[in-house]
């Protein structure tokens, strides 16, 4: 059983980098426009916010958590929307109030959650370093399109490990958000992280196989830039068709990021 406390502490790391950035922010930056279709710079905090919220509802009150299910099926192609509406609509200094509190508590239940203890999600449950992981994949997701927006560069740092770890993990998840069935054979997966050290998932000697930068994977994962504008490479007519639906996210999948120089 794996110690969650390095990867919370990487997820606080994480959130406390991008609430500097936004922290000094005025009010007319927080309805700057960001890559993500109708979404401002407040619409991405408030969906941190909101999903930070849900998961410590989650750890914490698992009848609870499933009311939350229960909304997301009422209206599952606009409820991730909403919410994130519904909290772009607060002030920016009461929206950045909530989602320190919420984030704040939730550090606090992972740390102190029990040992092997696994949490209901949208997707299948998580453990604790999971739900962290998860977390922090989210944060660094939408920390990138904030940064975009005010034209801010954040070097990639090792905290990408988990974002690649979640990204490899849910590779059969992707699948059967596809309607697919997920191939029975592990894939070989050797990432090079941003200090130049390499990252391996699965068997060595795996026929299907993906490599390439774990900064481009981790993008591609999370549906920030377009398989054709990343170093990734597949080998394998499996591993080719997984780097055309991978996400790291859980519920439906995405429409992802356009290729660069798609007409819009």
């Known amino acids: 059983m794996s110690d969650p406390t390095p990867v919370i502490d990487d997820l606080r790391e994480e959130s406390e980098e991008l609430d ?14 960001t890559p993500a279709p109708g979404w401002t710079i407040a619409h991405q905090i408030a969906h941190l ?18 009311a939350l299910v229960e909304q997301a099926l009422a209206a599952p192609d606009r ?3 909403d919410a994130a509406e519904q909290g772009a609509e607060q002030a920016p200094a009461d929206l950045l109030a909530a989602w320190r509190e919420s984030r704040a508590a939730l550090d606090e239940a992972l740390r102190a959650a029990a040992p092997g203890a696994r949490f209901p999600w949208y997707g299948p449950p ?5 739900m962290a992981t998860a977390r922090l994949m989210e944060t660094w997701a939408h920390g990138l399109d904030i940064a975009a927006t005010l034209g801010v560069s954040r070097p990639p740092t090792d905290r990408l490990r988990h974002v ?29 992280g941003p200090g130049g050290d390499l990252w391996t998932y699965g068997p060595e000697d795996a026929p299907q196989r993906v490599t390439g930068p774990a900064l481009d994977f981790c993008l591609l994962a999370t549906q920030r830039a377009h398989r054709a504008d990343l170093a990734l490479t597949a080998e394998g007519e499996d591993a080719d068709r997984w780097l055309d ?3 790291a996210f859980a519920g439906p999948p995405g429409a992802g990021r356009p290729a660069k120089g798609t007409p819009q």
């Open 164 to 192: 690649a770890r979640i990204g490899v993990r849910a590779r059969d998840f992707a699948y059967a958000a596809h309607g697919l069935t997920p191939p029975a054979e592990q894939f070989r997966v050797e990432l090079t």
């Open 49 to 66: 916010y909101w999903t930070d919220r849900a998961a410590l509802v989650a750890v914490t009150d698992a009848d609870g958590f499933q």
């Open 20 to 33: 500097a950035l936004v922290a000094k922010l005025s009010p007319e930056e927080w309805r700057l426009a």
């Open 126 to 130: 998580m453990a604790t370093a999971s």
């Open 245 to 247: 639906i991978a996400q």
């Open 79 to 81: 409820y991730v929307d």
